[in-house]
């Protein structure tokens, strides 16, 4: 199971989103600075703040249209419009997110505040995708199969996804491909499996903001329910081929 490298880093980073006060025109500034501007014709901004997969009451009783609302609509919405503020006049007002969270990773200063806000925004993203309504049950083969044979067996496999879950503090659980196999990990506040060369099938957003209004101190109640009622293993399993093609070494 993965933990942060570096805890006080990562607090760190995290206290500096909140004391962070220059506005988005500052950080564009300090972006366009230190990358070559975007073409003089100025493109419309290709990302754009995703819509749920689904209604906001699809997946009740599990999760209430008020928690999707308020995590969707405020949350990641927050983390979406500051990428796209900072990155505007700027080579990556073109890019992808997974670009950006790649080229922008150890940075400092405004160029790690974006680093952080696109991880967000693309965890949360992934998150919304990992859940459907009438989730979880049987799993399709190839997926089955993967974690089979990486498992021993299917409840072993959620047996460490949920203690993966439950790991003290906000952050992600993460079913990825890593070294060809799927496992189990877990990763704090602002982090992503992106970093580790891991390659994300399905998350679990486990910051309190994602539950408390449902479950208040009951996580593993809200773990369980996105296990047996909300897993969307469909799409874990449309990951793998991609996800498996990425880890085989280039030559």
Known sequence: ???????????????????????AAVAAAALAGLYRPAAAAEKAIPLLFPVLPYPENALEP?????TLHIHHDRHHRKYMEEVIARVKGTDYQNA?????????YGGITMIETLHLMAVMAWNHDFYWKSMKPKGGGEMPPRLKKAVTEAFGSVDTFKTKFKE????????????????????ATYTSYHESPLMLNQMPLLAIDTWEHSYYLDYQERKADYVDAFINNLANWQFAESNLPAAAAAAKPKK
């Open 1 to 23: 199971m993965y933990f942060n490298r570096n805890h006080e880093a990562i607090s760190s980073r995290r206290q500096f989103i909140k004391t962070a006060t220059a506005g």
């Open 62 to 66: 599990y999760l209430s249209a008020k």
């Open 96 to 104: 992808t997110l997974e670009k950006i969270i790649k080229d922008t």
């Open 164 to 183: 993966a879950a439950m790991t003290f503090g906000s952050g992600w659980a993460w079913l990825v491909l890593d070294k060809g196999k799927v496992a």
